[in-house]
């Protein structure tokens, strides 16, 4: 089972681009990296799905490299809205493979 | 949209009585699951289903049990809750064969007293 390490928490300013990373270095050849969003009070929101290389979509762009050990989330001019925990899962097509992990806690400042 | 909902947002129930956590999809999904989600340890998965009456146990099965008798619905039920087992309770649903994109409900903090 792929589990996931990223950081527990990241602050940004409005504005900036915001790269979130996560370590996955067990992850199986059948494995889609998949991020979510959650606000408090909410369930967590698919943002962004990827296999390897780059995917970029309206809201995110997703970064593989070829050994797909990690990824890394990029979030384009941050504003307030966007203070959320993200969440780096990693499945495949079978079973329960789906570990979310404790997730990044980003909090932007105005 | 697709919309997923969950029957209670929040819920107290006494130490050992037996509780039942619904969820509903309206998407015809034939995945469902039931996370639960604590300070520290982000969501893990309890069970999940892929079809009426199929069940597999996730990560922290312990405790729970599942029903799922129409595609729509998915029961969580502690048989003889405990104070261990307050927490945030998710439900989601996706489609096809484990689509990566989950939809989930609003949750039900659940406490036990």
């Known amino acids: 089972l792929a589990k996931t390490t990223q950081p527990i928490s990241m602050d940004s300013y409005e504005g900036q681009e915001v790269n979130i990373t996560c370590s996955h270095n067990n992850i199986a050849t059948n494995d889609y990296i998949t991020w979510y969003q959650q606000f408090p009070s909410q369930g967590p929101r698919f943002i962004i799905q990827g296999y390897k290389t780059k995917v970029t979509n309206e809201v995110a762009s997703l970064f593989i490299p070829a050994d797909r050990k990690s990824s890394t989330l990029s979030l384009p001019r941050v504003s307030l809205s966007d203070t959320a925990v993200y969440y780096c899962?990693?499945?495949?097509?079978?079973?329960?493979?789906?570990?979310f992990g404790t997730g990044t806690s980003l909090t932007v400042i105005p | 949209d697709v919309k997923v909902t969950q029957s209670s947002r929040y819920l107290v129930k006494r130490t050992g009585e037996k509780v039942f956590l619904e969820c509903v999809q309206d998407m015809d999904h034939e995945n469902m699951f039931w996370y639960r989600q604590d300070p520290g340890l982000g969501l893990r998965l309890i069970y999940f289903?892929?079809?009426?009456?199929?069940?597999e146990k996730g990560d922290i099965p312990e405790g729970y049990s599942v029903s799922r008798e129409k595609k729509e619905r998915f029961s969580l039920i502690l048989e003889s809750a405990s104070t261990n087992q307050t927490s945030m309770y998710l439900c989601?649903?996706?489609?096809?064969?484990?689509?990566?994109?989950?939809?989930f409900g609003p949750g039900t903090r659940l406490t036990v007293t």
């Open positions: 899962l990693v499945g495949g097509n079978t079973g329960n493979q789906f570990y």
């Open positions: 289903s892929y079809d009426v009456k199929m069940k």
């Open positions: 989601a649903s996706s489609p096809g064969t484990f689509s990566y994109e989950q939809y």
